[in-house]
């Protein structure tokens, strides 16, 4: 498949992954409001000037049944404002590091497996995380075989392993009651594993789902 770098349009690249894939534009729910309520819709608004930048990974891989799946961690206790929560494998950028490079770089430190750049397909929207004040970067990675694991522990307390077909299914998708500061409010969110995937993460995963979707 062609790398980000070559890919003419964001169509392009969704495109042939979808095709890749085996999917029909008909197979991903058209779950639009992904976002909690009470966040006002501020997570598609313009970023804090001061906003710090940061990049994850969606890697497309076979599973041992030949389902293509996405790694997801739960993140450590020890992770601030995010700790035990789900999210796709990646971090701050480092001072003068392109984006593409944190990607890859905080994927290999946290699951332990090396994704080359030249598997890399393309790249979803930014995202705005307004709670701890980041600008995020998504790239889809697509690999071929299995990959070995050997997370770090200090950053996750496991892997979840998301298979697209679950993506796919609008009946793994639901809401639940958050509390935060006394303040309760309710959140959409995914079924992973018997877990909830909610926030930025789930918006994540839903763009992809809309931009493959979306492509023609």
């Known amino acids: 498949m062609k790398s980000h770098r070559k890919a003419s349009s964001p169509n392009a690249w969704a495109r ?6 085996g999917l029909s534009r008909a197979h991903f729910p058209h779950l639009r409001h992904t976002a909690p309520n009470l966040s006002y819709g501020r997570h598609t608004g313009p970023a804090y000037p001061r906003a710090r930048q940061a990049a994850n990974l969606v890697l497309l891989y076979p599973n041992e049944s030949g389902t293509w799946t996405i790694p997801l961690m739960v993140r450590a206790e020890t992770e601030g404002v995010h700790a035990g929560e789900i999210a796709l494998p990646g971090g701050r950028c480092e001072p003068e590091e392109a984006a593409l490079s944190a990607a890859l770089r905080e994927f290999h430190e946290e699951t332990g497996h090396l994704v080359a750049a030249d598997s890399v397909v393309g790249e979803l929207p930014a995202t705005n995380v307004w709670a701890s004040n980041h600008t995020v970067r998504t790239f889809v990675a697509m690999e071929a075989s299995l ?21 796919m299914d609008p009946r793994n998708f639901g809401m639940h009651q958050v509390t935060r500061r006394r303040v309760q409010f309710s959140a959409p969110h995914l079924s992973v594993d018997g877990q909830r995937v909610w926030g930025a993460t789930l918006r994540m995963l839903v763009e992809l789902g809309q931009v493959l979707t979306s492509a023609e």
């Open 147 to 167: 990959p070995v694991w050997n997370p770090d522990p200090k950053e996750v307390a496991a892997l979840l392993y998301l298979p697209v077909t679950q993506l």
């Open 16 to 21: 042939e992954l979808r095709q890749t894939l």
